[in-house]
């Protein structure tokens, strides 16, 4: 029975000798290493669907444009057939048959092996049944070959003829999936070709200058097998690495320690080399038939589980990282170590691990590519950890992932979704979840908005070398505090009285006594909450009857019945303006209690520029406690203070408005404002230049940016003494 070739290729498995493989071009290479006769005869495995031409000659009005991209590793020819009305694939593989031939072959010349995929597009219509008109397929679909891999010249011809009975079987099945689409014609043909190198374990490779100190303390261990004989020993890098390790051929010295030989005779006696089975495995290792050779070593050998490494450097990688030579000027012994274990990192990655249970025997080899990946070579890691460390408290390694561990118990837990290869997922005892934060439900009693004004002084002649042009000095501010249903509780603007005086300190020293005073009022008024309530706008009996607005929890919103009431029910109100609230359940209540007391300190664009002069003043206040979250080495998210007042705990928190905007402030503000329409929604600026407005004063320029001769201000007299002819030169300024 002939079977179609698509699906060998579909199912990457051998129908002659019923092996299975990971990929298409694994596949390809077991057959012309294994069966070259299915290069040879087109016929015997492939049912051919029309005719097909054998002439090489070139069709003239074909043009492929060539395109090629990451210098050279990948290229594309792409040609348009929409004009010669081909209707199958047949068509268009015996009408470019001799392009493509030409095409593959120069390229098999010049790379020696390479990767290659087609794609086809074509035109799809079909007749409307109620508009009898004709539909066509937008977009137009795309049929894509297998990737294949070409290792010589005969297998160019059989490539073609493998493509063109996939895309006969696709078109078959897109009919099928969408009834009555028929092709008009076939619109495109792209060749896609990539460098493919085929990895082989192959003769003994010298150690690379990189590892050459791993290999003097003991770490590795390169048994040399260079010497060609006609048993082969120079191709079995792989069955000596296993046979030198010290569960198999190491020689005991004493308890813990082994002596090893890199001469592969030693390890080729009958009492070493009986103790593992190498039947039928093959050597070099054939690595288009990996997990096949690795399930069939684990299958002979029960006690030995393996764990195989890669490793590949470039050229340029190990130059300068040997001994004295590495470029670290001054640096100690385990700077150097670090220097050279960082690029042995890069170059590891984990290659294969034996995924069955435990076993008696753990070897762990290490399989290094050449630069050119044109050669391969075992070599025996005998000690993984101390291969891989980067620190000295690295005690484990996951043979998985390579990630380092200092502690058993975070490496147990790293196995639970690496190792095993499953998500380790802790659920909560209690399936349903409710929001209990109920603290985030309170307003801040507090809040201040704060901003510093500086002018641009020229920097003094020091030596440094960078070119400082200016030095911003902070010369005025003002903050303004309010509460938490919005009312103005304080404010204070300050302007520099002498050159020589710390803005930044006066500011830091008056703000301190603001919040001191407000701490007091929330300290004064906790003490005595239940005293001074107001209550003036509830009825306790209309809340039992059940009458009242507040007959549900003010957190949780459960409709509090009279066993409630019973238990104990609390009367939620405003710390500041002392105005009852709502009732609330009363561990839900005393969950809600502001302790620390929480003040923000809000600074537009802060992070960027007021967070620096307010960090270099802070320990003027003898705050012991702040914390600083930085967002780069010259900017700051928040700035926390934590402090202590009459046995209370308190927390300014300092951040930036800008991080919560989507635009600036000025086109916030001119939005929101609306060319006056929107002039209830800035009281507090209406009540703050009240007396300003009323002297002639224009509202509209209070919502838009003004200009600031910043160039013209370098020193704090100038905001007293300002000449009419600066006036003129900043005029001048602003227009450039």
Not at 303 to 321: A, F, R
Not at 481 to 490: A, F, R, T
Not at 616 to 637: A, R, V, W, Y
Request: charged share 20%; aromatic share 12%.
């Amino acid at each position: 029975m002939e079977t179609k070739i698509t699906d060998w290729f579909r199912s990457r498995q051998c129908y002659i000798c019923k092996d299975s493989f990971q990929s298409v071009s694994e596949l390809e290479k077991h057959l012309l290493v294994k069966h070259p006769e299915f290069y040879k005869d087109t016929s015997k495995y492939l049912v051919v669907c029309g005719e097909t031409s054998s002439s090489v000659n070139a069709a003239e009005d074909i043009q492929f444009i060539k395109q090629t991209f990451l210098n050279n590793v990948s290229v594309e020819y792409f040609a348009f057939v929409d004009d010669l009305n081909l209707k199958s694939p047949d068509d268009l593989f015996s009408y470019v048959y001799g392009n493509l031939v030409n095409i593959l072959s120069e390229e098999l010349i010049q790379r020696k092996s390479y990767k290659a995929s087609i794609y086809m597009e074509a035109l799809f219509s079909k007749v409307n049944p109620e508009t009898n008109e004709k539909e066509f397929t937008t977009p137009m679909p795309i049929f894509r070959s297998f990737q294949h891999a070409v290792l010589n010249q005969s297998m160019i011809p059989k490539l073609i003829d493998i493509v063109s009975n996939k895309f006969l079987t696709e078109i078959e099945y897109f009919n099928l999936e969408r009834s009555g689409w028929n092709i008009e014609f076939i619109a495109s043909v792209e060749l896609k070709i990539i460098n493919f190198k085929p990895l082989k374990a192959s003769s003994y490779v010298p150690t690379p200058l990189l590892l050459k100190m791993k290999e003097s303390s003991g770490c590795i261990l390169n048994v040399k097998n260079d010497e060609i004989t006609a048993d082969g020993d120079h191709l079995k890098c792989f069955a000596y690495s296993i046979l030198s390790s010290d569960f198999i051929g190491g020689l005991a010295k004493d308890k813990n320690r082994h002596v090893h030989w890199q001469d592969y005779k030693v390890y080729k006696q009958p009492d070493i080399i009986s103790k593992v089975n190498f039947d039928n495995i093959g050597f070099p290792i054939d690595f288009s038939r990996f997990e096949h050779v690795m399930n069939k070593f684990h299958e002979q050998n029960p006690d030995i589980s393996l764990t195989i490494i890669g490793y590949h450097e470039d050229e340029e990688m190990s130059k300068n990282v040997w001994k004295d030579n590495i470029l670290l000027p001054n640096a100690s012994k385990w700077g150097l170590y670090k220097a050279r274990q960082t690029r042995i990192l890069k170059n590891v990655f984990p290659l294969y691990i034996f995924e069955g249970s435990e076993r008696k025997f753990q070897i762990d080899l290490l399989l290094v590519i050449s630069p050119d990946y044109t050669n391969s070579h075992f070599m025996l890691i005998r000690n993984l950890t101390s291969f891989l460390r980067l620190n000295k408290t690295t005690n484990y390694i996951c043979r998985s992932c390579l990630s380092q561990f200092h502690s058993p118990d975070s490496f147990q837990q790293h196995k639970l979704y690496c190792f095993e290869k499953q998500a380790s997922i802790s659920f909560p005892k209690n399936p349903i979840m409710k929001f209990q934060n109920y603290k985030q439900m309170v307003k801040v009693p507090f809040c201040y908005y704060l901003d510093f004004e500086a002018y641009l002084k020229k920097p003094d002649s020091i030596n440094s070398s960078y070119k400082i042009l200016q030095t911003h000095v902070p010369c005025a501010y003002s903050f303004y505090c309010l509460s938490d249903n919005g009312e103005k509780v304080s404010s204070k603007t300050y302007v520099q009285q002498e050159s020589s005086e710390n803005v930044v300190k006066t500011l830091l020293v008056d703000l301190m006594e603001d919040v001191t005073h407000r701490l007091n009022t929330l300290i004064e008024y906790q003490k005595n909450s239940h005293n001074t309530m107001d209550t003036s706008s509830i009825s306790m009996t209309d809340i039992l009857n059940g009458e009242s607005s507040f007959t549900h929890c003010y957190f949780c919103e459960k409709r509090l019945t009279s066993k409630d009431f019973e238990k104990k029910v609390a009367y939620h109100h405003s710390h500041t303006t002392r105005q009852f609230l709502g009732v609330a359940c009363n561990d839900h209540n005393l969950a809600a209690r502001i302790q620390p007391f929480l003040i923000t300190i809000v600074l537009h664009n802060g992070s960027c520029y007021d967070f620096e002069f307010i960090i270099e003043q802070l320990n003027l206040l003898g705050i012991s406690n702040i914390d600083i979250i930085p967002k780069t080495s010259q900017k700051f998210l928040v700035i926390i203070c934590n402090i202590t007042r009459n046995g209370f705990h308190a927390q300014l928190r300092f951040i930036d408005s800008f991080q919560f905007l989507s635009t600036s402030l000025s086109n916030l503000c001119e939005v929101v404002y609306d060319n006056g329409n929107g002039r209830d929604k800035f009281k507090l600026i209406y009540d703050e230049f009240a007396n300003e407005i009323d002297n002639g004063l224009t509202p509209d320029d209070l919502f838009h940016k003004s200009l600031f001769p910043y160039q013209l201000l370098t020193s704090f007299q100038d905001l007293l003494t300002f000449m009419i002819q600066n006036i003129f030169m900043m005029i001048f300024e602003m227009r450039q």
